[in-house]
Each structure stands twice: as C-alpha cells, then as structure tokens.
C-alpha cells in the first residue's frame, strides 16, 4: 500500500513538469506579443537629440581688440619650379687607375671610400714585365757601351788616317742607334712604374689624381691584367651632377645656363647654387620627364646617391600674399594664420607659406587672399586661447 502511494505521487511530479516545460514558451510568446502590441499603441519613441560638430578651428575671445589685424597684401615674385633628384658624380672628373704591368697583387694601400691625394701609392705589384724591362735595359746599356767605345777608337784611327770615313760613319749610326734602346728601355721602364736605377721586381701604382676612390675591382693576391683593367677609380668630388626629373609641361622654364637652388635632404638648412649644364634630349615616356643637370660646386658634404631638390626660378611672375612674419603659427609641420570670425572669434586657418621677404615679411602662395585680414601676432592669440 504505500508502495503503490510512492509511486502515484512520483507520477504526479512528472506530470507536473511536463506541463511545465510546455507552458513556458507559451507564456513568454504571449509575453512579447503583449509588449509589441503595448509599443504599438503607446507613443512613439522620443527623437534622436543630435548634437552639432564643434568646429575646432574656432575659437572665443574675450577682449579681441587686444589682438591687432593687419591686411595681406599682394606680393609679385617669379615664378618656381620645384623638382627632385639625386647627386651623381661628375663623369668627367673621374679618372681609372690603370696599370701597363701585368702580374699579382702583394699589398693594397688604399680601399673604396678612401679620399686620395695625387701620387699617393694605391696598390703594389709583382710583375715579370719588369725584370723584362730590366734585362733589356741592361743589355741596351751594355751595348752602348760597347758602341761608344768603338765610336772613340774609330774616331782615333780617322783622325790618323788609318780609318775611312765610311767606317767611320757605320760606328757612330751604331752608337746612335745603342742610345735609342737605352732611352726606350727606360722609358719602357718609367711606364711599368719602375725607376731604371732601382731595380726591383714590385710595381707602385700610384693615385693620377686627388679625390676619392668610387671604385675598387682588385683584391689582396688578385690579378692584374696590365692596360686592359682598372684595379680603381678615381673620382673628384668637387663638383658634382644634381640630376633631376622635369615634367615636358615644365621644361619650357628650364634653360641651360640658368642658375638653380639646390637643397639635398640630409642637410635641409644648407642652400646651395648651380648651373644647368645639360637637359636630356630624349624623354621617358612612362612618367613623361627629360633629365636636366645641375652643375653644383661640393663644399664636401655632398655625396653621390643622395637625395635633392632643385627650385628653377622661371621669367613669368605670379601674385602671392604677403604679410608679416609674426602672423604665420608653425604648428605640427603645418602653418596657420587667424582670421577674424563674427561674434568676438577668430577662424584659425591652414596656409602654405614661401619665402621671407624684406622687412620681416613672409609670402603666402596659398590659403588667404590679398586683402583679408590676419591677426598680426599669432603666437599671442595662441597663448592666450592655450591658457
């Protein structure tokens, strides 16, 4: 009997929490219908509050006449070019080391990079040209010898009748012809880079010019190949070759003989000045530019691969803004000027500024027109709207 109890009340439980199960979806889907059906007939949600943009650039004062304006006015100027290029040693000014001896390398004194003065020895060689150019020499001398000496003893017997005069004449054409070897052997010599009264086995190769070493096709116990190689070369780098990259519409205010500003990137403060000595013939028709150089004298900073830029000032004049310098705000590599702005405000706005001028004035080429008015000291305002 109370087995059967337990087990009827087990059932009930069971019964009750499938109902359960099934009744709660019911009652949540009538849940969201009912909240549907209260949003339709209820109000309307309430309207998005839009907050309008805050013009950064804008900015409140309370005394603006503390802040004087002055007028921008026009300014003529010339007009410029501005392109880019790349310095290149002087082709003219670089000059191959070359060695007329053929042999193997026993000492390099110089390497690539090194600033070189004339004379100054590069490299040393081991070569058999020259205890060839020795041995003959040498014999050439022997033979003189034996020729002047000859010469003297048929001189003698002539003198005393005891020679012709044809004789005569064959020895002294052998003595002349003795002195001719002896100068070409030694020639030949001074050529190898050997100096006859020393004899040695090593040739010095020396630097035929001052400057710097661009070049180096030569290394320790390598080989030389005589006149047709160049172990170095050597450049002077006193001058070098600004070559830029002009569009064709520009090229009309480009001409050669001309003067240009150039400025290479390493050293931004530095202006230097030179001379447009070549513009290209042909021009590339990918990106449409001719190749204008620039002829510039090298205080010794400038060297070859880096970067520049070159302003070609032309004959026609454009009109640019001028105002003071004070009234231009350097601010994150960009310049400002303020404008006056209704309601005790000024309008801080973004200008491309040029070259400073006479009287501590500044060109504006972009930005503000002739004849608007800027606050003539934009650091005070600026200070002044910081605090």
Request: proline share 6%.
């Amino acid at each position: 009997m109370l087995a059967a109890e337990i087990d009827c009340a087990g059932k009930a439980r069971l019964w009750t929490l499938a109902w359960l199960l099934v009744a709660t979806p019911i009652l949540l889907a009538c849940a969201a219908c009912s909240s549907a059906h209260g949003n339709q007939l209820g109000e309307a949600p309430p309207p998005v509050k839009v907050v309008p943009d805050v013009n950064v650039n804008l900015f409140s004062v309370d005394h603006p006449e503390q802040f004087p304006l002055t007028e921008a006015v026009p300014h003529s100027a010339a007009s410029q070019l501005v392109v880019t290029g790349s310095v290149n040693p002087d082709i003219a000014r670089s000059v191959p080391v070359v060695s007329l001896a053929t042999g193997r390398v026993v000492a390099i004194h110089a390497r690539l990079g090194d600033t070189v003065k004339k004379g100054q020895t590069l490299l040393s060689i081991r070569s058999d040209d020259v205890g060839s150019g020795f041995s003959d020499y040498r014999k050439a001398v022997a033979d003189e010898v034996l020729a002047r000496t000859q010469l003297e003893r048929a001189t003698d017997l002539y003198n005393h009748g005891a020679l012709s005069q044809n004789d005569l004449q064959i020895a002294q054409d052998t003595e002349d012809k003795a002195k001719v070897d002896v100068e070409t052997t030694e020639e030949h010599l001074r050529l190898l880079g050997n100096d006859p009264s020393k004899p040695k086995g090593i040739v010095d190769i020396d630097a035929p010019i001052s400057g710097v070493i661009t070049d180096q096709q030569v290394t320790n116990a390598g080989g030389v190949q005589g006149l047709g190689s160049s172990p170095f070369t050597i450049t002077d780098l006193s001058y070098v070759w600004v070559v830029c990259d002009v569009y064709e519409n520009d090229l009309p205010n480009v001409r050669i003989g001309e003067t240009a500003e150039i400025k290479i990137n390493a050293y931004p403060n530095e202006a230097f000045t030179g001379k447009i000595s070549n513009i290209g013939a042909l021009l590339d028709s990918t990106i449409r530019t001719a190749k204008v150089r620039v002829e510039v004298r090298n205080p010794g900073m400038m060297r070859p691969g880096m970067f520049a830029t070159a302003t070609f000032t032309g004959l026609k004049k454009q009109t640019h803004t001028l105002v003071p310098s004070t009234a231009i705000l350097r601010i994150h590599d960009r310049d400002w000027v303020y404008v006056p702005a209704p309601d005790n405000r000024f309008r801080r706005a973004e200008v491309v500024s040029g070259d400073i001028t006479a009287g501590n004035n500044q060109e504006i080429i972009s930005g503000i027109a002739p004849g608007q008015k800027v606050v003539s000291n934009a650091l005070a305002l600026e200070r002044t709207i910081s605090q």
